[in-house]
């Protein structure tokens, strides 16, 4: 998740509130814009695969 965990600069792509460390978010490595996992639909199992390290993710809606 981005940013300090006490304040977000990182609006969601998606729905333009910010995504906050409470929350689940991706980056998408295409364009660097920050979305709500609730806001792109991916699912837990999604998920857990983004957070590795090596693994390259675009978002659909930003690519769109």
Do not use: M
């Amino acid at each position: 998740n981005p940013g300090p965990r006490n304040e977000s600069i990182f609006p969601c792509g998606h729905c333009d509130l910010p995504v906050n460390w409470p929350q689940k978010g991706v980056c998408c490595n295409e364009c660097g814009v920050w979305h709500h996992k609730s806001c792109e639909d991916i699912d837990t199992k999604e998920y857990e695969y983004l957070e590795h390290p090596s693994v390259f993710g675009i978002v659909v809606s930003a690519t769109a």
